[in-house]
């Protein structure tokens, strides 16, 4: 069974900084794939940034230029470095894996509980 185990999220002013952490633990044989999503109160839960096996990132049209994806593959671990902070980040932030429990098996994926981002104007 594979566990993310998110943690990072707070409250900060605008402006501010927050870094989240996802670690991935359990029967991995590879990650296909890392990234984070964000839900905002009555909204749909959307991409914020993804980052591939290879290291090829992706982000939202709203967060780049402040939000940085990164990954330690030694220790499964994706991270999400968030700077100049808006009152429209604010929202739960989900990790997600896409990963194989073996080398020939399908991908499959799985979601952190999530982690509260709460950016005050």
């Known amino acids: 069974q594979v566990q993310l185990v998110e943690s990072g999220g707070g409250l900060v002013q605008a402006g501010g900084s927050l870094r989240l952490s996802c670690a991935a633990s359990g029967s991995i044989s590879r990650i296909n794939a890392m990234g984070w999503y964000c839900q905002a109160p009555g909204k749909q839960r959307e991409l914020v940034a993804s980052?591939?096996?290879?290291?090829?990132?992706n982000y939202a049209d709203s967060v780049k230029g402040r939000f940085t994806i990164s990954r330690d593959n030694a220790k499964n671990t994706v991270y999400l470095q968030m700077n100049s902070l808006k009152p429209d980040d604010t929202a739960i932030y989900y990790c997600n894996l896409l990963y194989q429990r073996f080398l020939w098996t399908r991908s499959l994926e799985v979601w952190g509980q999530g982690t509260l981002v709460t950016v005050s104007a």
């Open positions: 980052i591939s096996s290879g290291g090829s990132t």
